[in-house]
């Protein structure tokens, strides 16, 4: 059962936004992912988001040193946005790995 996220308005998150923009473009009928593929794709995506974050945050942190801005604002935003989105990837990751390990130590 699918839901339909592409009648969401003023979300904040890239990941549900970037899941909405996709949402409305169909892919071919000879390929279709499977949920585990699709599970992966978008943990690699948003691993990247993060990445870009961390990125777009030290890029700030060096304007602002080398004094090329003034504003300070926009290394706030930069530097929460990352933080945010690094403290969201730790948690996944973390429940992933407790997932892994309950799975190991399942009877067969």
């Known amino acids: 059962m699918a ?9 904040s998150s890239e990941a549900v936004k ?9 892919k ?7 949920g585990f593929e699709s599970l ?7 691993l990247n988001i993060t990445n870009d974050y961390l990125s777009d945050a030290e ?8 004094g090329e801005t003034e504003n300070a604002h926009d290394l706030s935003i930069a530097l929460q946005k990352a933080s945010t989105a690094l403290q969201y990837t730790v948690a996944i990751r973390d429940k992933v790995l407790d997932a892994y390990r309950e799975l190991l130590q399942m009877q067969i």
């Open 40 to 46: 992966l794709h978008t943990a690699i995506d948003n």
């Open 3 to 11: 839901i339909d996220i592409t009648a969401l308005r003023n979300v």
């Open 18 to 26: 970037e899941a909405a923009r996709t949402a409305v473009t169909n």
């Open 28 to 34: 071919p009928d000879t390929y279709k992912e499977t």
């Open 59 to 66: 890029n700030e942190e060096v304007k602002w040193m080398l």
